[in-house]
């Protein structure tokens, strides 16, 4: 183990050549390890080895960064997609040279949700969505090889690019809320926030049928990436947006609001933008607490949609959309760093200050 400063980018290598197995974890608040081993990795029976090609920073790793850890390991970089390089005995489902995303796998038949009818809430794939089976790698994506179960990848959807592939994991999460929300054709939609996970769910709404899609969004260069994907509602928050909400909908407001922020304190107003009877979809994951007003949700008989994650089939159906182009991904794709960079994009991310939307490690930089 050795500081990040005092460790250059691996060597970058061929699919066959495998070098050092080279990675990154979290130690302490703010402080990220570099490790080197020596050996590649090997796979379990039931298990793959995956170079990876490029693996997302998100929010969740960023928090990771800044809690010192307090995400598991294999959590820390979990939006990666990479090529096969090795298989374990029992393997069928994919061979070496396979290019794959990170994903988690079928509902597992046996599992008590399973076994009590509730496939979609697979206790499998929730744990394997949250890194914490009992074979969990010790790290993430962050990492020029992983050696997964051969439950958690998924062969790339022919005609993406690698960058596309790096983007279908955030792509999965939105199309997993959506799906969940049953937004209704013609809905009046408004998004709350246009980060990348903003970005990805108001062009899944679109996708969906919403007859108007509004994005709420502090940040201009944000905003304009919301316009750029062709979303001509797209308002800084404050007075004059809520007004135009109710304004231009006969007073009612939305009838399904996305909230993307993750800010615990925008959830009652964000409430208060959905009409009577309306849907608040929940995708932002608030680090803290938040006071909502039990008696206003109740006596709307607002519909709350709590969303994390996603099952299977919503990668394939992510893919799609990605490849059909209802869904673009390249737009949110604002850099590419090496592994040794990765302290400094994540301090760049958590001073709330970059402009970048989505960046990519790739390291074989
Ligand atoms: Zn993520
Ligand atoms: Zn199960």
Request: charged share 15%.
């Amino acid at each position: 183990m050795v500081n990040a400063e005092q460790t250059s980018a691996p060597t970058p290598r061929s699919v066959d050549s495998r070098l050092d197995h080279s990675y990154a974890t979290v130690d302490a608040p703010r402080s990220v390890q570099m490790h080197t081993e020596a050996e590649a990795l090997l796979p379990a029976a039931d298990g793959v080895v995956v170079a990876i090609s490029y693996c997302g920073v998100c929010a969740t790793d960023t928090h990771g960064y800044t809690s010192g850890g307090l995400i598991p390991p294999s959590v820390f970089g979990h939006e990666w997609t990479g090529t096969v390089t090795a298989v374990g005995a029992d393997v069928t489902s994919v061979t070496v040279g396979t290019r794959v995303v990170a994903c988690v796998g079928p509902a597992c038949g046996s599992c008590p949700q399973c076994l009590a009818g509730n496939s979609s809430n697979c206790d499998t794939a929730f744990a394997e969505a949250n890194g914490i089976t009992a074979d969990a790698p010790n790290h993430g994506g962050f990492s020029s090889e992983i050696a997964v179960n051969a439950r958690r990848v998924m062969a790339v959807l022919d005609g993406l690019t690698d960058e596309q592939a790096a983007i279908v994991e955030p792509t999965t999460v939105t199309f997993h809320a959506v799906k969940r929300t049953g937004q209704g054709i013609g809905s009046f939609v408004v998004v709350q926030g246009a980060g990348p996970i903003g970005l990805l769910t108001a062009q899944h709404a679109r996708h969906a049928g919403a007859g108007r899609v509004l994005v709420i969004e502090p940040s201009e260069a944000r905003r304009q990436t919301a316009r750029d994907l062709g979303f001509t509602e797209v308002y800084a928050p404050g007075e004059e947006t809520t007004a135009l909400v109710f304004s231009s909908s006969n007073g009612l407001g939305a009838d399904v609001l996305y909230e993307c922020t993750g800010v615990a304190g925008l959830f009652q107003s964000s409430a208060e933008l959905v009409r009577r009877g309306g849907t608040l979809s929940l995708l932002g994951y608030p680090m803290s607490s938040s006071e909502v007003s039990y008696p206003d949700w109740q006596s709307r008989e607002l519909t709350v949609i709590g969303s994390l994650a996603y099952n299977h089939e919503d990668f394939a159906g992510a893919m799609l959309a990605i490849r059909s182009g209802a869904v673009n991904v390249d737009i949110l794709h604002t850099g590419t760093v090496g592994l040794a960079e990765l302290p400094a994009i994540l301090a760049e991310l958590d001073s709330g200050k970059s402009s970048h939307s989505k960046v990519l490690v790739d390291p074989r930089r």
